[in-house]
C-alpha cells in the first residue's frame, strides 16, 4: 500500500472558516490564515481552500485570502472556488498554490481541464466532484454544482472518467449525504471512482473518528482523506490521527 495522505478543507465564506452539514448550517469556526499555519504545525500532508460562495455569488476567489494563507505553510496547497478561465488559475498559482481546484465551472465549461492541464501539468489541475445518491443516474450517483445547490444531468462516475481525460490529475469526491455528519465517507461511491480512473481520488465528506479513514484506505481505495470536522471542533489533532492508522499498518507521512 502506498502512503496515505491526511488533508485538512478549510470552507471559506465571508474570509471565515465555516462548516455545515451536508452543505447546510454553516457555523463560522475562525480565521484560515490563523487556522492554516496551527494545521501546518501538527503535520497535516495538504490543504484544502475552498471559496465556497464564489460560483454562487458570481465573483471572483478572495485572492488575498489565499496569498495570505500560502504564506503561512509550506506544504502542498489547492485552492478552488468561482475559477473560471486560466487568468484565473494563473492568479491562484501566483498568489502562491499547487494545485487548482474547479467543480461548478469545470461542469459549466469543462474546456477548461484541457487548458489548464496544457499550461500548468495535469498535477496541477483537480477535479472537484460534489455527488449525492441518486437512483435515476447510470452508476446511482448524480453531479451537484454551486455548492451542492443544483442538480446536473451528469453521472458521477461518468464525469470523473471524462474529467481524467480531458487531464484532471486528481480527483476529490465529496459526497454531499456524508458531509458534516461525522459518521463516515461514503465507501461504496469512493471505491467505485477510484476503481474507474488512474488518477488518485481523495475521500471527502463525514470523517468523524479515525477509524473511518482506515476504513476510506481500505475499503474505499482513496489515495488521500479530507478532513474538517474531527478537527476544527479540537476532536483530534492531525497527530493523532496519523498515529492511530500508522498503528493499524496503514502507511502515513510521519508528523514533524
Same mark, same amino acid.
Given at each position: 500500500?502506498?502512503?496515505?495522505?491526511?488533508?485538512?478543507? =478549510?470552507?471559506?465564506?465571508?474570509?471565515?472558516?465555516?462548516?455545515?452539514?451536508?452543505?447546510?448550517?454553516?457555523?463560522?469556526?475562525?480565521?484560515?490564515?490563523?487556522?492554516?499555519?496551527?494545521?501546518?504545525?501538527?503535520?497535516?500532508?495538504?490543504?484544502?481552500?475552498?471559496?465556497?460562495?464564489?460560483?454562487?455569488?458570481?465573483?471572483?476567489?478572495?485572492?488575498?485570502?489565499?496569498?495570505?494563507?500560502?504564506?503561512?505553510?509550506?506544504?502542498?496547497?489547492?485552492?478552488?472556488?468561482?475559477?473560471?478561465?486560466?487568468?484565473?488559475?494563473?492568479?491562484?498559482? =501566483?498568489?502562491?498554490?499547487?494545485?487548482?481546484?474547479?467543480?461548478?465551472?469545470?461542469?459549466?465549461?469543462?474546456?477548461?481541464?484541457?487548458?489548464?492541464?496544457? =499550461?500548468?501539468?495535469?498535477?496541477?489541475?483537480?477535479?472537484?466532484?460534489?455527488?449525492?445518491?441518486?437512483?435515476?443516474?447510470a452508476s446511482g450517483y448524480r453531479v451537484y454544482t454551486h455548492g451542492g445547490r443544483t442538480r446536473t444531468q451528469l453521472d458521477a462516475l461518468q464525469w470523473a472518467r471524462e474529467a481524467e481525460q480531458r487531464g484532471a490529475?486528481?480527483?476529490?469526491?465529496?459526497?454531499?449525504?456524508?458531509?458534516?455528519?461525522?459518521?463516515g465517507y461514503e465507501l461504496n461511491v469512493t471505491r467505485m471512482i477510484s476503481e474507474a480512473v488512474g488518477i488518485p481520488v481523495v475521500a471527502s465528506g463525514g470523517a468523524g473518528e479515525p477509524e473511518h479513514l482506515a476504513?476510506?484506505?481500505?475499503?474505499?481505495?482513496?489515495?488521500?482523506? =479530507?478532513?474538517?470536522?474531527?478537527?476544527?471542533?479540537?476532536?483530534?489533532?492531525?497527530?493523532?490521527?496519523?498515529?492511530?492508522?500508522?498503528?493499524?499498518?496503514?502507511?502515513?507521512?510521519?508528523?514533524?
Amino acid at each position: 500500500m502506498l502512503q496515505k495522505r491526511v488533508i485538512i478543507c =478549510l470552507d471559506v465564506r465571508e474570509g471565515k472558516t465555516t462548516k455545515g452539514i451536508k452543505f447546510k448550517g454553516n457555523v463560522d469556526l475562525g480565521d484560515p490564515v490563523e487556522m492554516a499555519r496551527a494545521y501546518y504545525e501538527d503535520g497535516v500532508d495538504e490543504l484544502v481552500f475552498y471559496d465556497i460562495t464564489a460560483s454562487a455569488e458570481k465573483r471572483g476567489i478572495m485572492i488575498d485570502v489565499v496569498r495570505r494563507v500560502a504564506e503561512q505553510i509550506f506544504i502542498p496547497f489547492s485552492v478552488g472556488g468561482g475559477l473560471g478561465s486560466v487568468e484565473d488559475m494563473r492568479e491562484v498559482l =501566483l498568489a502562491g498554490a499547487e494545485k487548482i481546484s474547479v467543480n461548478t465551472q469545470a461542469v459549466s465549461n469543462p474546456g477548461i481541464i484541457d487548458s489548464g492541464a496544457a =499550461l500548468f501539468g495535469n498535477q496541477c489541475i483537480v477535479l472537484g466532484m460534489d455527488v449525492a445518491r441518486d437512483v435515476s443516474s447510470a452508476s446511482g450517483y448524480r453531479v451537484y454544482t454551486h455548492g451542492g445547490r443544483t442538480r446536473t444531468q451528469l453521472d458521477a462516475l461518468q464525469w470523473a472518467r471524462e474529467a481524467e481525460q480531458r487531464g484532471a490529475g486528481e480527483i476529490v469526491l465529496n459526497s454531499i449525504d456524508a458531509d458534516g455528519t461525522k459518521e463516515g465517507y461514503e465507501l461504496n461511491v469512493t471505491r467505485m471512482i477510484s476503481e474507474a480512473v488512474g488518477i488518485p481520488v481523495v475521500a471527502s465528506g463525514g470523517a468523524g473518528e479515525p477509524e473511518h479513514l482506515a476504513r476510506v484506505f481500505r475499503e474505499g481505495n482513496a489515495d488521500a482523506a =479530507l478532513i474538517a470536522s474531527m478537527v476544527h471542533y479540537g476532536k483530534y489533532t492531525v497527530a493523532q490521527i496519523k498515529s492511530f492508522l500508522a498503528a493499524r499498518g496503514i502507511p502515513v507521512r510521519t508528523t514533524v
